[in-house]
């Protein structure tokens, strides 16, 4: 009698492993189909994440606080040239602040603007600032 039931509970164990192997697969290619949102028109459109837009390159007329985050955004993306260009365009608004001057000589060297990084140096130097 007890191989019989235990031949039952392998029997209920391989249904068990098989529906779920199913069911996985199932839900596995589900997950390879587009999306079609409910009620769209066009059987293409998908539902993505918004792209990325550029917020580093002028548009308009632009605050030099937001040149100063720009600059700070380009920076810790590695983009050294347009950090150093957003960073100066918010130093054309504020010419006396050192800080900002010695930020965008760092970024003008780490990107190879050696005349920028030159005239960074020279306004921080008759500042009396240290580089």
């Known amino acids: 009698m007890m191989g019989l039931v235990g031949h039952a509970t392998r029997e209920n164990s391989f249904r068990?492993?098989?529906?779920?192997a199913a069911i996985g697969g199932v839900f596995m290619l589900a997950g390879c189909t587009a999306d079609n949102p409910a009620?769209?028109?066009?059987?293409?459109?998908?539902?993505?994440?918004?792209?990325?837009?550029?917020?580093i390159e002028p548009v308009g007329q632009r605050s030099p606080y937001g040149n100063y985050l720009a600059g700070r955004h380009?920076?810790?993306?590695?983009?050294f040239g347009r950090a150093a260009a957003a960073l100066g365009r918010a130093l054309d608004e504020f010419p006396d602040n050192a800080a900002?001057?010695?930020?965008?000589?760092?970024?003008?060297?780490?990107?190879?603007?050696?005349t920028t990084a030159v005239r960074m140096a020279r306004r921080l130097e008759q500042s009396g600032d240290k580089i």
């Open 39 to 55: 009620g769209s028109e066009n059987p293409n459109e998908i539902d993505a994440a918004p792209r990325q837009v550029n917020f």
């Open 74 to 79: 380009a920076e810790r993306q590695k983009d």
């Open 16 to 20: 068990r492993r098989y529906w779920l």
């Open 100 to 114: 900002l001057m010695r930020r965008t000589f760092y970024l003008s060297l780490e990107a190879g603007q050696m």
